[in-house]
């Protein structure tokens, strides 16, 4: 049974508390994203090397994404953006200067993205780099207001300084695109449950993401299976790419928003926020004893405990607007019901 809090184990382990983060003296830095890459499969949902160029075309709007000889930028590299833009609308919000080119330490961002931070972990940090910097872009997406034509790397430039004695990664100075860079001045960002960085498979990301920027704070919000499948840019027949979001319906472990799917071939993203609300809210509501009796004539046959659950539940897919004469309203959904269904089974 699909419940309405996600499932914790379908995720990865909180690798650092967040009573141990620390971040470029920004305690409070929230996950941010930029919309643009939100809204677009920018990133490959492989594991491994990515050679393919990809163009993908959205009304007057267009992207083509073209990979270096070591592969485009996997969804995990995006990792090092997302803290990036996060401490440069941490800056912009706390009122202090913010520029292009920016100064990360090593070990802050491994925990801030929830890897760990062996030997290992630092060497692919550098691995990542250079697949942000060899990607390129052509596009003509608007950001900052502003209509752009223009090729670009989503990392202009990247400087790695490591250790003398341990010969480990010790920070990594980072040139944003402009184009990047606009998205934050201009505020085009979203924020991102934290527990984005515990979501294990690519796929799982990339949903997520796109259910953030489109659902949002919305109660709801459908989407058809293959309009879907193009926005995560998969690569995997449609039939593959149906059993891939079986399975995320199934664990139920997306943060934030529950998935179902829904009539002619269509995924339903559910706000998890708003129906808990909802059902707190009509759950507040108390029907009369004699009302009962009466719900019994309307719908002979039929448990009434069970048509209250099942008006309840509708009440909150309604985002759990109360009705003004509750007694009545639910009288008169036991009675379209029995019409709808006849005699119990």
């Not at 149906?242 to 706000?271: A, C, Q, S």
Request: one cysteine or more.
């Amino acid at each position: 049974m699909v419940t309405d809090v996600p499932n914790q184990a379908g995720l990865l382990p909180d690798r650092h508390p967040q009573q141990e983060l620390f971040v470029c003296d920004v305690s409070d830095a929230v996950i941010k994203d930029d919309m643009a890459s939100m809204e677009h499969p920018i990133f490959t949902l492989a594991t491994k090397p990515d050679l393919q160029i990809r163009k993908y075309e959205q009304g007057d709007r267009w992207l083509e994404i073209t990979p270096s000889v070591k592969g485009l930028a996997t969804i995990y590299d995006k990792d090092i953006l997302i803290y990036a833009v996060s401490q440069l609308m941490a800056a912009k919000n706390a009122g202090r200067p913010i520029a292009r080119e920016i100064v990360i330490s090593a070990r802050e961002l491994l925990i801030f993205i929830n890897r760990y931070t062996g030997g290992k972990d630092y060497e692919l940090l550098e691995d990542a780099l250079a697949r942000l910097g060899g990607t390129r872009l052509r596009t003509n997406i608007k950001t900052g207001g502003d209509e752009q034509t223009r090729e670009f790397g989503l990392v202009e430039e990247s400087t790695v300084t490591r250790d003398q004695k341990t010969r480990r990664i010790s920070s990594v100075n980072i040139t944003l695109s402009k184009w990047l860079y606009n998205a934050v001045e201009a505020q085009e960002v979203l924020t991102l449950n934290r527990d984005y960085f515990r979501l294990r498979k690519p796929i799982e990301r990339r949903i997520y993401e796109i259910a953030r920027k489109h659902c949002g704070s919305q109660a709801e919000w459908k989407i058809t299976t293959a309009a879907l499948k193009k926005k995560c840019g998969s690569t995997s027949p449609l039939k593959q790419f149906r059993y891939l979001l079986k399975d995320l319906v199934e664990k139920n472990h997306l943060p934030d928003y529950l998935m179902n799917h829904g009539e002619e071939d269509t995924i339903v993203f559910t706000n998890r926020r708003i129906k808990q609300e909802a059902k707190l809210t009509t759950a507040a509501v108390v029907l009369n004893l004699d009302t009962y009796a009466k719900a019994r004539k309307c719908a002979p046959t039929w448990d009434i405990y069970h048509l209250e659950e099942k008006w309840r539940g509708w009440m909150a897919g309604k985002d759990g607007e109360r009705p003004k004469h509750p007694d009545a309203a639910f009288l008169g959904f036991c009675r379209k019901w029995y019409e709808r269904n006849g005699n119990a089974p």
